[in-house]
C-alpha cells in the first residue's frame, strides 16, 4: 500500500495567499520527488530532495526535506491562479528498484481570483 | 523531440474486450512504467522496465501485460477487460543512475469499461 501520506487532499484559498502541501512517511525516504498536474493534464516534475534537512526554492516554491527524511513540504507564497492543479509527492525508490516512484494521494489546490 | 506519446487519448470497452495502450519515448530511456490513476488513490504503478526485455510488476499488475522489445516502445495489454479497470493511464520513461530519475509521462488514456 501507500508508503507516502499527503495532507490536506483538497485546499482552497484565495489568490495572494499562500498554500503548503504535507508528505509524510513512517519509514526513511531515499528521495522526494514533486510533481504538479493541472487539471486535465499530466503530471509534470518540479524537483527531486535528496539530502537530509534539504530546502531548495524555485521562484515562489519551496520545497523542503526533513531532518530525518521522513516528511517533505512545498510551500507557495502568494499563490496564483496558474497554480491550480494537484501537487504530488513520490518516493523514488533506489538500489535495484530505481527509477519506481511511490506517490502520496496529491493535494488538490483551487485558487480562487 | 516529442517526449512521450501514448494512443489512444480515449477508449471505450465493453467488460471482456482486450485491446493495447501504446507507448513510445524518443529520449532513449532505459526506464519505462505504466501507472493507474483513480480519483483520491494517486497514481499507482502496474508495471515497469528498466530496459528492452526486463518487465516487472508494479503495485496493482493484475489484469495487464507488459512487453519491452524496444528501448522506444512499452505497450500496455489488458486481455479481458473488466469495469474495474475504468481508469487514467499514463506511461511515463527516466533515465537510470546519475542520482535523478525524474519522470517524464506521456498525455494520458482515459480508458472507460462498461
Known amino acids: 500500500g501507500q508508503q507516502v501520506m499527503q495532507i490536506p487532499q483538497y485546499q482552497h484559498v484565495q489568490e495572494g495567499e499562500d498554500f503548503t502541501t504535507y508528505c509524510n512517511s513512517s519509514?526513511?525516504?531515499?528521495?522526494i520527488q514533486w510533481y504538479k498536474q493541472r487539471p486535465g493534464g499530466h503530471p509534470v516534475f518540479l524537483i527531486q530532495?535528496?539530502?537530509?534537512?534539504e530546502v531548495k526554492k524555485q521562484k515562489r516554491l519551496t520545497f523542503q526535506f526533513g531532518e530525518a527524511k521522513k516528511n517533505s513540504s512545498l510551500h507557495i507564497t502568494a499563490t496564483q491562479t496558474t497554480d491550480v492543479g494537484t501537487y504530488f509527492c513520490?518516493?523514488?525508490?533506489?538500489?535495484?528498484?530505481?527509477?519506481?516512484?511511490?506517490f502520496g494521494q496529491g493535494t488538490i489546490l483551487t485558487v480562487h481570483p | 523531440n516529442a517526449g512521450v506519446t501514448q494512443t489512444p487519448k480515449f477508449q471505450v470497452l465493453k467488460t471482456g474486450q482486450s485491446m493495447t495502450l501504446q507507448c513510445a519515448q524518443d529520449?532513449?530511456?532505459?526506464?519505462m512504467s505504466w501507472y493507474r490513476q483513480d480519483p483520491g488513490m494517486g497514481l499507482r504503478l502496474i508495471h515497469y522496465?528498466?530496459?528492452?526485455?526486463?518487465?516487472d510488476q508494479g503495485e496493482v499488475p493484475n489484469g495487464y501485460n507488459v512487453s519491452r522489445s524496444t528501448t522506444e516502445d512499452f505497450p500496455l495489454r489488458l486481455l479481458s477487460a473488466a469495469p474495474s479497470q475504468t481508469s487514467v493511464y499514463f506511461c511515463?520513461?527516466?533515465?537510470?543512475?546519475?542520482?535523478?530519475?525524474?519522470?517524464?509521462f506521456g498525455p494520458g488514456t482515459r480508458l472507460t469499461v462498461l
Open positions: 511515463a520513461s527516466s533515465r537510470l543512475g546519475g542520482g535523478d530519475n525524474e519522470q517524464f
Open positions: 519509514t526513511t525516504l531515499s528521495n
Open positions: 530532495l535528496v539530502k537530509s534537512g
Open positions: 513520490a518516493e523514488g525508490a533506489g538500489g535495484t528498484s530505481y527509477g519506481k516512484l511511490t
Open positions: 529520449m532513449n530511456h532505459e526506464y
Open positions: 522496465s528498466v530496459g528492452a526485455g526486463i518487465t
